[in-house]
C-alpha cells in the first residue's frame, strides 16, 4: 500500500534502492528505457490482478526440506530486516537539491556586520526568531528573555531593537518586519534609496494603511490630494510588493516542484487510450543465477549447517525478489483500474477539455467500479498526476459533488465553480458582483444554490469578496 504512494518520479530511484540490497533481483535490458509502456500494461482493460506466478515457477518445485526446519525461514526474513519493515516505505522521502535555505541566506548576510561575539548571539537568536514569511512576530520583550534565559545572554530592549534594524536592510527586502505595513514600507523605503519616486506611496501607507486594506479609495485620493493617475500610480508601487518576503525562498529548486505524469491519455480518433508511465512499469525478474544455485543445493548430497545457512539466504533473497515483483505490479494494476474507471466516468471531459462538462463523483463510485477500498482510491486521487490534451491534472480534480438543477438534473460542483470563476472574470473591475447578484445570476442559469453556498465556493476559488475586488 505505501508503495503505491511513492511519486513516479522518484519510483526508479526506489526500485534501484532495492536492486542494490537484494542481489537476486534484476532489471532486464529493457528496464528504465524507453518512453512507451510494456504492452501488458498499455491497455484500457483492468484485467483481474493476480498475485504472482508461483503455480509455473520451477523455483517452486525445488525440495530443499532437507536444508529448512518449520521456522528456520524467519530466522533473518526479508520483511524483518528493519525493526518495522511496514515503515520502510515511510521512510523514503524526497529527494532534494542542495541548495541554500531562508535561513541560511540571513545568517551568510549576518557575517557581514561587524559584530562582536555578544551581538553575533543577540543576531543570531533574531534571525532564529523570524518565521518562514519573513515575518519577525516575536515581542522585543520576549527575544531579551530568551537571550537572558537560555543564552545567559544579558540585553535590553533597545539594542535588539538597534539590531533588528541592520536586519532589516537585509535580503530580501523586508524582512524581518513586525506586521504587513511595516513589511510594505521597508521595501519602498530601499527602492527610495535606489532613486525610484516612491515617497507619496509611502504616505500613503504609513498614513492610510487601514483605508488601503479596505480599498476605500476616496479617502487615500482625498486625504493626498491626488488626481485619477496619480492613485492609479501610487496603487500599482504598493501591489507590486511582497507581502511574503521569505515565502519564495528555497522554494523553486525543490524537486518535488516538478510533476511527472503517471499516466497518459490521448483521444485517438474519438477513442481515448489510456497508457501508464513507464516508469510505473519496470522490468523486473528474480536472477537465473540465484535460481540456478538453489538448484545445485538440491542436487547435492552434503546436507551440512553451512549449506543450510546458503540456501536460507538464498531462499530469502528469491522471496525478497518475488515480493516485490508482486508489489510492483499490484500497483501498477492499482494505478490502471482507477485510472480507467475515472476515465470512463468523465470521458467527455476528456475528449472536449471543457470543465463544465465534468460529472459527479465520490471516492464512493470509483471504489465500487473497481472493487478497491475507498482509502486506497483516496491515495491514488491524492498523488498521482495525468497528463492530457488540455493539460496535466491532479486526480483528485476529477472529483466533486452534486448539485441539482431546476430540471432535477444532478450536476458537478466543479461545472457551478467554474461558471462562477467566469462570471467573476468578466465582470466590471469598477463595480464587482456581490455575492447576491452571482446567486441570482447562477439561479438564472437554471442552478439552485444559496448566497452562503456561492461565498463558499468563492473562498475555495481563494477569490475575494466585491469589495476586495473593486480596482480602480
Known amino acids: 500500500m505505501k508503495l503505491l504512494q511513492v511519486p513516479t518520479a522518484i519510483l526508479d530511484d526506489r526500485i534501484k534502492e532495492e536492486l542494490e540490497e537484494n542481489p537476486a533481483l534484476e532489471l532486464t535490458d529493457e528496464g528504465f528505457e524507453g518512453d512507451e509502456t510494456p504492452d501488458e500494461f498499455a491497455s484500457n482493460d483492468s484485467d483481474e490482478y493476480e498475485e504472482g506466478d508461483s ?51 540571513l545568517e551568510a548576510q549576518l557575517g557581514m556586520l561587524n559584530l562582536d561575539d555578544r551581538q553575533y548571539k543577540i543576531a543570531e537568536q533574531i534571525i532564529g526568531s523570524i518565521d518562514e514569511d519573513g515575518y519577525l512576530r516575536r515581542e522585543t520583550s520576549a527575544i531579551v528573555d530568551d537571550l537572558a534565559f537560555r543564552q545567559n545572554v544579558m540585553t535590553s530592549d533597545e539594542e535588539v531593537e538597534s539590531l533588528i534594524k541592520r536586519i532589516q536592510n537585509f535580503d530580501p527586502p523586508g524582512v524581518a518586519a513586525r506586521d504587513l505595513q511595516e513589511c510594505l514600507i521597508l521595501q519602498l523605503q530601499r527602492q527610495k534609496i535606489d532613486g525610484k519616486e516612491v515617497e507619496i506611496a509611502i504616505q500613503a501607507l504609513t498614513r492610510y494603511f487601514d483605508e488601503f486594506t479596505k480599498k476605500h479609495y476616496e479617502k487615500i485620493q482625498r486625504g493626498l490630494n491626488l488626481t485619477d493617475e496619480g492613485l492609479k500610480e501610487v496603487m500599482i508601487q504598493i501591489t507590486k510588493l511582497n507581502p511574503k518576503p521569505g515565502g519564495n525562498v528555497g522554494e523553486v529548486n525543490k524537486a518535488e516542484a516538478y510533476v511527472v505524469p503517471d499516466f497518459f491519455i490521448y483521444n485517438n480518433a474519438g477513442k481515448l487510450e489510456l497508457t501508464l508511465n513507464s516508469k510505473n512499469a519496470p522490468e523486473l525478474r528474480i536472477s537465473e543465477g540465484y535460481r540456478d544455485m538453489l538448484k545445485e543445493y538440491d542436487r ?128 466590471s473591475k469598477k463595480k464587482p458582483l456581490s455575492d447576491e447578484r452571482l446567486t441570482e445570476l447562477l439561479q438564472e442559469k437554471g442552478y439552485n444554490i444559496a448566497r452562503r453556498t456561492v461565498a463558499k465556493y468563492r473562498e475555495q476559488l481563494n477569490i475575494p469578496v466585491a469589495r476586495l475586488r473593486k480596482e480602480l
Open 55 to 105: 503455480a509455473d515457477d520451477p523455483y517452486e518445485n525445488i525440495d530443499i526440506s532437507d536444508y529448512v526446519s518449520e521456522g528456520d525461514d524467519d530466522i533473518a526474513d526479508y520483511k524483518m530486516r528493519d525493526e518495522n519493515y511496514g515503515d520502510q516505505e515511510e521512510k523514503t522521502t524526497l529527494p532534494y537539491r542542495v541548495e541554500t535555505s531562508f535561513y541560511e541566506q
Open 300 to 427: 547435492g548430497q552434503k546436507k551440512d549447517r553451512r549449506q543450510k545457512e546458503a540456501v536460507l539466504f538464498i531462499k530469502q533473497k528469491i522471496d525478497a525478489a518475488k515480493w516485490f515483483i508482486d508489489a510492483i505490479k499490484q500497483r501498477q494494476h492499482t494505478l490502471l483500474s482507477t485510472m480507467t474507471a475515472i476515465m470512463n466516468h468523465q470521458q467527455e471531459f476528456f475528449m472536449t477539455g471543457d470543465e463544465t462538462s465534468l460529472r459527479p463523483m465520490i471516492l464512493k463510485d470509483i471504489a465500487e467500479r473497481t472493487g478497491l477500498d475507498i482509502s486506497t482510491v483516496s491515495r491514488v486521487a491524492n498523488s498521482k498526476f495525468v497528463q492530457t490534451e488540455f493539460g496535466t491534472y491532479r486526480l483528485k480534480f476529477f472529483f466533486s459533488e452534486s448539485l441539482t438543477t431546476d430540471t432535477g438534473e444532478e450536476v458537478s460542483t466543479r461545472e457551478v465553480k467554474k461558471i462562477l470563476s467566469d462570471l467573476i472574470e468578466g465582470e
